[in-house]
């Protein structure tokens, strides 16, 4: 059974960091690519991932550019989200998800998602 669980979430002043944390179980994290949605308060789920990476290669929101990077550590099955320089328009539900990886593709689509975690929320706020 494959589940998806975030952690790391919380409230940040502007300026701050947050690392969020998306732990796998029935599946392998180097098998799949990730990507991490968010939901904005009052907003619908963002229909593409504000940043996604596969086999090494990220593509990323102009949003997030610069601030945001992912990693993994495969001994822990694990995938992290570092958000750096967090803004306030960055206060949303955190989503991630696994898809599988495709030749000289990483996926931006919510399509190309096969699971999803629950969320985790980060607010941004002084």
């Known amino acids: 059974q494959v589940h998806l669980v975030e952690s790391g979430g919380g409230l940040v002043q502007p300026g701050g960091s947050l690392r969020l944390s998306c732990a796998a179980s029935?599946?392998?994290?180097?098998?799949?690519?990730v990507g991490w949605f968010r939901q904005a308060p009052g907003k619908e789920r963002e229909g593409e991932p504000c940043?996604?990476?596969?086999?090494?290669?990220?593509v990323y929101a102009n949003s997030v550019k610069g601030r945001f990077t992912i990693s993994r550590d495969n001994a822990k099955n694990t995938v992290y989200l570092q958000m750096n320089s967090l803004k306030p328009e960055d206060t949303a539900v955190y989503y991630c998800a696994a898809g599988l990886k495709y030749s000289d593709y990483v996926p931006v689509r919510v399509g190309d998602y096969e699971y999803w975690g629950q969320g985790t929320q980060v607010t941004v706020s002084s």
């Open positions: 940043i996604s990476e596969s086999d090494g290669a990220s």
């Open positions: 029935g599946f392998t994290w180097d098998d799949y690519a």
